[in-house]
């Protein structure tokens, strides 16, 4: 069982930046992908970035390529998604998970997820 807690969210201008951290519970954290999903209001949960457990493998949506990064501390349990050149079509809700496959842009594919943390960006 893996526990999920996303922190960091919050009211940013256009081209400022934010990071997301994602704790995680659990021993075998290390184990699973980690992925970044966002939703946006009256839009579907989309993908943004996952890395696999030895950051072997690492996939982002092309809308935030050169923007985003996703990155992991397994001695931590926590995962981040530093967020820079934000954009207003950033503005989502978004979402922490974890899959005990592999890396992947499905959400079903991700067995646990986080609450979300809201990120607003103005324009």
């Known amino acids: 069982q893996v526990q999920l807690v996303e922190s960091g969210g919050g009211l940013v201008q256009a081209g400022g930046s934010l990071r997301l951290s994602c704790a995680a519970s659990?021993?075998?954290?290390?184990?699973?992908?980690m992925g970044w999903f966002r939703q946006a209001p009256g839009k579907e949960r989309e993908f943004v970035a996952a890395?696999?457990?030895?950051?072997?493998?690492?996939s982002y949506v092309d809308s935030v390529k050169g923007r985003f990064t996703i990155s992991r501390d397994n001695a931590k349990n926590t995962v981040y998604l530093q967020m820079n050149s934000l954009k207003p079509e950033d503005t989502a809700i978004y979402y922490c998970?974890?899959?005990?496959?592999?890396?992947?842009?499905?959400?079903?594919?991700?067995?646990?997820w986080g609450q979300g943390t809201q990120v607003t960006v103005s324009s």
């Open positions: 998970a974890a899959s005990r496959g592999v890396v992947s842009g499905t959400a079903n594919d991700y067995d646990y």
């Open positions: 890395k696999s457990w030895g950051s072997l493998r690492t």
């Open positions: 659990g021993r075998t954290f290390s184990s699973y992908v």
